[in-house]
């Protein structure tokens, strides 16, 4: 028998539907809410309810914005020359924690047959048009190194190849504090062909 009134599980049910939440994270997150005071509770909802309303897609780079343009591409600081191309807007965040200096594009996702994902459904004609307009001299494709990822990249160099614009791949190999004696093939493999001069 539930002893959890509906409203609690209802919320409970909808928060361990988030990623990273589960069971006891939803139920610690809704006890904490019911804590809360009402106006907390109401900013809460607001957010969440406007969230939707107020947001869309950068006119020249897909990334998520509540403006026409986002920041990124408003900042004349930037470098429109090189495009760095990446799956989701939290690669973004991650890009720029690094000080990288150019300009991005958004995918909204990556090829997925399995998912249901194909070309069509990502924002790979707005880069293709971008790319024609502006004629970047470097595109990075920056997606994750998985199957999906690399399937992503390699149906993206072959469209871009045609327009004369250097393409470049992000470098793959081990993480600072890995063990050689864990790393797969693969990523040794790598590791060996993106190594650098001193």
């Known amino acids: ?50 969230l939707k309303k107020a947001i869309k897609y950068c006119a020249l780079c897909c990334n998520l914005t509540d403006e026409e343009i986002c920041r990124v591409c408003q900042d004349k600081s930037r470098d429109p020359e090189i495009i760095c191309v990446v799956s989701e807007p939290l690669d973004v965040v991650a890009f720029e924690k690094t000080g990288y200096k150019g300009s991005y594009h958004v995918l909204g996702g990556i090829i997925s047959p399995v998912e249901g994902i194909g070309p069509d459904d990502l924002f790979i004609k707005e880069l293709l048009l971008r790319i024609k307009n502006a004629k970047p001299k470097e595109v990075i494709l920056a997606m994750n190194p998985d199957l999906e990822g690399e399937t992503t990249a390699l149906y993206i160099q072959k469209l871009i190849q045609p327009q004369l614009v250097k393409i470049t791949r992000i470098a793959r190999g081990l993480p600072v504090g890995g063990d050689l004696e864990y790393a797969d093939e693969v990523t040794l493999t790598r590791s060996l062909e993106g190594r650098r001069e001193y």
């Open 1 to 50: 028998m539930n002893v959890i009134p509906k409203s609690v599980q209802d919320l409970i049910d909808e928060l361990a539907k988030l990623p990273g939440v589960g069971p006891k994270t939803a139920q610690r997150l809704t006890f904490y809410l019911l804590r809360g005071s009402d106006e907390n509770i109401r900013g809460l909802g607001e957010a969440v309810l406007n």
